[in-house]
């Protein structure tokens, strides 16, 4: 774990947990969340640098790439990894099992409010996944789904009057008329929908 980000001078040194906490699911290797990769010199680094998986090469966590993420959230001290999908504009706090409720302490429980509280067109939502369990977090409050079968969509509410704002999320099929309409911003004076589909697989980058 020596490379260090183009953009960052963050580094992985002593840290493999993305080799253990995500899940991998490709044509070519599958290996479920929380299980420590093969591969991996748990602390040191991917036994396959050279050759190791394609979905390997391409994962960076955003605790690597983003220096204003505090260095609390180092994944080897949390015990969380933290992951963007593009697709879906989702912020993605993937939980060590092992350290089911990490993320409620301070300062993650804060910053993943603050983060659902300002989004930006490239993240729109945040989810906490522990295993395959996911609780979307709100700027207040937060849900508990549970797992998410593949294609499934999880619509995210918020309705704001003159005198309060609420937040909710449902999960609906993607035949659900819903599913298909709800890319977009949240909407003031909603319900607004948002179309979130969880990837099934952030896949490490390497060890
Ligand atoms: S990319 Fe993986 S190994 Fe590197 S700091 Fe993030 S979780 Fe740790
Ligand atoms: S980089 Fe990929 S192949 Fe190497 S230990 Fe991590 S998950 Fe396994």
């Known amino acids: 774990m020596s490379e260090t980000a183009a953009v960052s001078t963050r580094s992985c040194t002593g840290c493999t947990e993305c080799c253990h906490i995500l ?3 490709e044509p070519d290797v599958e290996k479920p969340a929380n299980v420590t ?3 991996c ?3 040191v680094g991917c036994g396959i640098y050279e050759a190791r998986y394609h979905v390997c090469h391409r994962f960076m ?4 790439l983003d220096e204003t993420i505090g260095p609390a959230w180092r994944p080897v001290d949390s015990h969380i990894v933290l992951t963007h999908d593009s697709d879906t504009a989702t912020l993605v706090a993937q939980v060590d099992a092992a ?3 990490t993320w409620r302490q ?3 429980i804060d910053d993943l409010r603050a983060w659902a509280a300002s989004p930006t067109p490239e993240c729109q939502r945040v989810v906490v996944k522990v295993g395959d369990d996911v609780t979307i977090i709100f700027p207040i409050g937060e849900k508990f789904i549970g797992p998410l ?3 499934q969509t999880l619509l995210v509410y918020k309705i704001q009057t003159n005198f309060w704002t609420v937040y909710d999320a449902k999960v609906v099929d993607p035949a659900d008329p819903r599913a298909t309409n709800a890319i977009g911003r949240p909407r ?3 319900p607004g929908a948002l179309r979130l589909d969880l990837p099934e697989s952030a896949g490490p980058r390497r060890g």
């Open 188 to 190: 003031v004076a909603g």
């Open 41 to 43: 010199i748990v602390g």
């Open 23 to 25: 899940p991998i699911a």
């Open 61 to 64: 966590c955003r605790w690597v």
């Open 37 to 39: 990769c093969v591969n």
């Open 99 to 101: 350290y089911p409720n």
């Open 149 to 151: 079968l593949p294609g």
């Open 106 to 108: 301070s300062p993650f």
